[in-house]
């Protein structure tokens, strides 16, 4: 199948996070076929190769999509791929997907790794050990899960944590005694108006996802749960604004006689490419071949390639050509899918 016809395959699979075993079997089936050999670990993350000789480039694309591309309902016109409008397409990320596996067709002695709930804030490959690759030498690795046409890469991304916070109040009759109670909610509610939220400042971001407190109207609440996460460039910011929310959550909580618990998770770093990085230089190269001038930039979200740095490799995001990922807008163009194939072979030419 060429890369137009896989999409359609890949976008008729449904493939939610940590639902991926439909698509999984279709693209380690197909991979089979092209003669590839596949180590899958303990999660679902499948790396495909030929042999073990040699370095080698890595390319990569996550199985996963966002829940309402869950039943994506294609629509197809002359020059796109879209949606109905009731929802998402899921070419964030069955593009890269396409593309990857219709090269593979004429076998290149490259690698192929498929992760799974990247959109789970990288859940996936930040299961994966670097044992892993232990039986390969990697040169480069290009993750395809970028937003706009063909020829944008991250030269840096931002870390990420999650952070749970639950106040724990004392109920009490809200008509007969409440003087004897110690809300929790409104306690939750006072963090939350204190709380650094929104932009705060060019590399850093916070935001409160999640506030709940289940109860009668006729009692004082004795627990309120709130969810956050932070986000920034830099992991002392990273670091320095989560201690500071710990810390008015705790001030907040005392004040109202209530006890605090917290959960914080990190759930991936943050990086920054250097000029010297070949997986950036043979980005460069490639997007002149195919005719296009590399834009690079910071992006405010995280990919899998987070989690591959993280584990030494030189790995870079690319554009993958898909607009508006996540919303009933999601669309793709039919040029820019075939552009992602040829950046994709000019860099496997440079290998």
């Not at 939610?16 to 089936?29: D, Q, V, Y």
């Not at 790396?47 to 994506?72: C, E, I, P, Q, W």
């Not at 490259?110 to 990288?122: I, S």
């Not at 006729?218 to 201690?243: C, F, G, W």
Request: some cysteine; glycine content about 8%; proline content about 3%.
């Amino acid at each position: 199948m060429n890369t137009e016809e896989l999409f359609r395959k890949l976008v008729s699979i449904s493939s939610p996070s940590w639902k991926e075993s439909a698509i999984a079997e279709f693209i380690r089936n197909t991979m089979a076929d092209y003669g590839y050999l596949c180590l899958e670990d303990s999660y679902g993350n499948m790396l495909f190769y030929l042999n073990t000789a040699g370095s080698k480039l890595m390319f990569s694309a996550h199985m996963d999509t966002v829940a309402k591309a869950g039943d994506a309902h294609l629509i197809e016109t002359e020059d796109r791929f879209m949606t109905d409008g009731t929802t998402a397409l899921g070419a964030d990320d069955k593009c890269a997907l396409a593309a990857l596996i219709a090269v593979a067709e004429s076998k290149p002695d490259v690698l192929f790794l498929f992760t799974v709930a990247e959109e789970q804030g990288l859940a996936g490959s930040a299961l994966i050990d670097r044992s892993f690759f232990d039986s390969f030498s990697i040169k480069a690795a290009f993750i395809f899960d970028i937003e706009g046409d063909i020829g944008k890469a991250a030269i840096s991304a931002p870390g990420k944590a999650y952070i749970k916070l639950m106040f724990h109040g004392i109920s009490a009759h809200a008509g007969f005694e409440p003087e004897k109670g110690r809300s929790a909610l409104l306690a939750a509610a006072e963090a939350a108006a204190a709380i650094p939220s929104g932009r705060i400042d060019n590399e850093t971001t916070a935001n409160i996802g999640c506030l709940v407190s289940e109860g009668s109207i006729n009692v004082v609440p004795d627990y309120a749960e709130m969810k956050l996460e932070v986000r920034s460039q830099s992991i002392e910011k990273l670091e320095a604004l989560i201690s500071d929310i710990l810390s008015i959550a705790q001030k907040t909580a005392d004040k109202a006689g209530n006890s605090l618990e917290s959960n914080v998770k990190l759930l991936y770093k943050p990086y920054r490419i250097g000029e010297e990085s070949k997986a950036l230089q043979l980005a460069g190269e490639s997007a002149d071949m195919i005719g296009r001038k590399l834009e690079t930039a910071p992006t405010s979200g995280g990919s899998d390639a987070n989690a591959l740095r993280a584990l030494g490799i030189d790995a870079i995001v690319l554009s993958a050509g898909y607009i508006a990922p996540h919303s009933t807008a999601e669309h793709i163009g039919k040029a820019e899918l075939r552009m992602l194939e040829k950046q994709i072979k000019a860099l496997i030419s440079l290998s």
